[in-house]
């Protein structure tokens, strides 16, 4: 069963190819956003709706691993799926380690690709549950009276990188 509200984004500078992916991807029940460029994607960023990106490697401009590392920047929670025909084992690593869902090499296999998606959009939901509960702790610490963040720096466990925590997220999110 699919997502029928997770949108795909589509990072590819072959025009059949992304054709050919979002029918596929269509047809499975998705909604499908495509992107010719990495740049293109970063001027009309993903936002709100629960989704991945497939995202090719090697594109004129910037390439998928340049644009993983911007939106790693600018705090992008979608998982990436890499899609190429150009892969190499370094490549491969450095995505990885960067953070990339996984590494697939055209042409895929149609259910591997889905169940590859489906892995991504369990990520996401987790990621989403993840920022929603570390959001309410913040609001609760922040509502506490100057006493109360005193005593509560005092818990061992807190004053060990928890507390740092919350309040380094209230700091960001008042810039």
């Not at 997502?3 to 050919?20: E, L, W, Y």
């Not at 740049?39 to 004129?60: F, N, R, T, W, Y």
Request: charged fraction near 20%.
């Amino acid at each position: 069963m699919t997502d029928t509200s997770a949108v795909i984004h589509v990072v590819d500078d072959d025009a059949s190819f992304r054709t050919a992916i979002s029918r596929v991807l269509s047809a499975s029940g998705f909604q499908v956003a495509l992107y010719e460029s990495a740049q293109q994607l970063l001027d009309a960023p993903p936002a709100g709706k629960a989704g991945c990106i497939l995202l090719d490697v090697e594109m004129s401009g910037l390439s998928g691993p340049q644009l993983q590392d911007r939106l790693t920047a600018l705090g992008n929670r979608l998982p990436i799926i890499f899609l190429t025909g150009h892969g190499d084992i370094p490549t491969t690593v450095r995505t990885i380690k960067a953070g990339a869902q996984d590494f697939l090499t055209k042409p895929v296999p149609r259910l591997q690709l889905l169940d590859t998606i489906k892995c991504a959009l369990d990520r996401y939901e987790k990621l989403h549950a993840q920022d929603l509960r570390a959001g309410a702790l913040r609001s609760r610490v922040a509502r506490l009276t100057p006493r109360e963040r005193e005593v509560f720096e005092l818990i061992p466990c807190i004053s060990q990188g928890l507390l740092r925590l919350f309040i380094t997220g209230l700091q960001d999110s008042s810039a």
